[in-house]
Every structure is written in structure tokens, then in C-alpha cells.
């Protein structure tokens, strides 16, 4: 199976966004007003809240827009960690 050649531009656009959000959240600043702003939104919070059989489905469907919005910034904050590291020299390739 051939896979098409990735997008470059997206790739680099992808990449720069990720350094925005690593330059934005990753001093200790940026580390507190992320764990501020998940306490206040409550995302440690399982999705369904209430009664058994009386879930309120708008809220839950609120509650896990929250949740993931915090899932994602987190997610590219580690990919633009590793992508900022030095990679070791491979002899293999030139």
C-alpha cells in the first residue's frame, strides 16, 4: 500500500501552532491558568453528573466539550515538547 506524501504546509502549520500553545502554556504561568481553568470548568469531573436514569444530556455533552478542549491543548503541548528536543544523530541517514 502507498501512502500519499504528507502535506508540508499543513505539517509546518501544524507545527507552528503547536509552538504558540508551547510558548503560551508552557512557562509556569501558562501551567496555572491551565489548571485554573480546568478546576473552574470542572474536567476531572466524570461527564454524567446527577441521579442514575436522570442525566441531563446537554449538560453532559457540555461538560465533555469542556473535557476535550483541555484533551487537545494538552495533547499538542506534549507533541511540541518532544518536537523541541534535539533528536540524536542517525549515521544511517545523511
Known sequence: MILPAPDTKAVERARAERRRLL???GTADGQQVLADLEARFETHLPVFQ???GSYDPLDAMRRDA?????????HQLKLARKESQPTPY???HD
Open 23 to 25: 510558548n503560551l502554556f
Open 90 to 92: 542517525n549515521e544511517n
Open 66 to 74: 469542556h473535557r476535550e478542549v483541555f484533551l487537545v491543548i494538552r
Open 50 to 52: 446527577g441521579q442514575a
